[in-house]
């Protein structure tokens, strides 16, 4: 993603109280859910140096993760939406990012991830939503 599309959309994260883990692809973006603490969400470019948004859930789902994963997208494209939620995707976030969105799509995808872990579900306490975002460095 060119700096000029992520730098709006880290702004929009940060100002929701999210921590941001960032990485710029696929190959970068398995390493770091496997070593990192857990994340609720990922939030993907649509295209990424090597692979894409599908890929991206593909290591989501291979590595048996209950995150959700959110789409980035120049535009507003109802067959993308389609899709990403076809392959199991949660959502699309469409530039321009309105922080009451980004917050709004991040805090409910989170709060799915949430209470998709047993463990998780039994003490009702939220944690602070952590979300790895993928092609948002370099």
Do not use: N
């Not at 940060?14 to 994340?39: H, N, T, W």
């Not at 990424?48 to 789409?71: A, S, Y």
């Amino acid at each position: 993603m060119a700096q000029e599309r992520r730098l709006p959309l880290l702004d929009a994260l940060e100002s929701c109280g999210i921590e941001v883990l960032a990485v710029c692809d696929c190959k970068e973006a398995r390493r770091m859910l496997e070593a990192q603490p857990p994340v609720q969400v990922v939030v993907t470019d649509a295209a990424l140096l090597d692979g894409d948004w599908r890929r991206v859930l593909e290591i989501v789902v291979q590595g048996r993760r209950k995150i959700e994963v959110v789409v980035c997208s120049r535009l507003g494209d109802h067959k993308l939406w389609l899709d990403v939620l076809e392959q199991g995707g949660y959502d699309v976030l469409v530039e321009p990012y309105r922080h009451e969105e980004v917050r709004r799509t991040l805090e409910v995808a989170a709060s799915r991830s949430y209470f998709r872990s047993p463990a998780q579900a039994t003490s009702h306490q939220p944690k602070a939503a952590r979300a790895a975002v993928a092609g948002m460095r370099g």
